[in-house]
C-alpha cells in the first residue's frame, strides 16, 4: 500500500480508525497480536504514528498493550461485557427518559424517522446494525449531555467488539426491533419512566443474547 495522504486531521488519528475498523471487522481477531512492522510497511508510514495511533486504541479499550510484548486487540470477557452493559443500560436509559420529557415533536419525528429505517433494515444485519446506532446516537444527541455522549461512544466501542454474535442469534434481530417499537411508542407518549424501563430491557436482553 502506498504511503497514507495526510487529512486534516493528525496521521494518528486517521491510523487509529484505520484499525479500528479493521478490529470492528474482525481482520484484526480478539486476542490476536498487531504486528507494528507489517502494519507500518502496509500503510507506507512510520512506526511512530502507529504507535501513537495504538495509544488512543488502548485508551478506548479496543487495545491491550503488554509490557515486552506489544499491543493486542482486547479480548472482552463476559465479566467485561456485563459491565459495559450494565453502564450503557444507566446512561441511555436516562438519555431516553431525558428526551422523552423534553424533546420537541420535530426531534421525535427524527427518531421516528431513523425507527421506520430500521423496520425496513431487519433482513439486512449490517444495515441493521448502522441505523441501529444512528438510532441510539440521535437520541444522546437530543438528550445534550457531552460527557454521557462520551462515555458511551468509549463503551460502544467495547460493545463492538462482541456485537456481532449477539445479533447472530437466531431471531434476535426481529427481539431487538420489537423492544425499539417499545421504546419508540413510549417516546412517543412521552412517557418518560417507561421510555427508561423499556431502554434498561432492550441492554438486558442484548447483554443475555451476546452472552
Same mark, same amino acid.
Given at each position: ?94 438519555? @431516553?427518559?431525558? #428526551? !422523552?420529557?423534553? $424533546?420537541?415533536?420535530?426531534?421525535? &419525528? ?5 425507527? /421506520?429505517? +430500521? =423496520? ?64 419508540? @411508542?413510549?417516546? #412517543? !407518549?412521552?412517557? $418518560?419512566?417507561?421510555?427508561?424501563? &423499556? ?5 438486558? /436482553?442484548? +447483554? =443475555?443474547?451476546?452472552?
Amino acid at each position: 500500500m502506498a504511503g497514507l495522504s495526510l487529512s486534516p486531521r493528525a496521521l494518528y488519528e486517521e491510523v487509529a480508525e484505520l484499525l479500528r475498523q479493521r478490529i470492528f471487522n474482525r481482520e484484526l481477531a480478539p486476542g490476536s497480536w498487531i504486528d507494528e512492522l507489517k502494519l507500518a510497511d502496509e500503510y507506507g508510514i512510520s512506526r511512530t504514528p502507529l504507535r501513537e495511533a495504538l495509544k488512543v486504541l488502548a485508551t478506548e479499550g479496543l487495545v491491550t498493550m503488554k509490557v515486552r510484548r506489544g499491543a493486542y486487540v482486547t479480548e472482552v470477557s463476559d465479566s467485561d461485557l456485563a459491565d459495559v452493559y450494565h453502564l450503557l443500560a444507566l446512561l441511555e436509559s436516562d438519555a @431516553a427518559e431525558v #428526551v !422523552a420529557a423534553k $424533546a420537541t415533536d420535530a426531534q421525535l &419525528r427524527e427518531l421516528q424517522g431513523l425507527h /421506520s429505517e +430500521l =423496520e425496513k433494515a431487519v433482513k439486512n444485519r449490517d444495515r441493521f446494525f448502522e441505523v441501529n446506532e444512528a438510532f441510539h446516537m440521535r437520541l444522546l444527541e437530543i438528550a445534550n449531555n457531552r460527557w454521557r455522549d462520551q462515555m458511551v461512544a468509549d463503551l460502544r466501542k467495547v460493545m463492538k467488539l462482541n456485537r456481532h454474535n449477539s445479533l447472530l442469534k437466531s431471531g434476535r434481530i426481529e427481539e431487538s426491533l420489537a423492544e425499539h417499537r417499545a421504546i419508540m @411508542a413510549a417516546l #412517543v !407518549a412521552r412517557d $418518560a419512566a417507561n421510555t427508561g424501563q &423499556r431502554m434498561r430491557e432492550h441492554f438486558r /436482553s442484548g +447483554l =443475555e443474547a451476546a452472552a
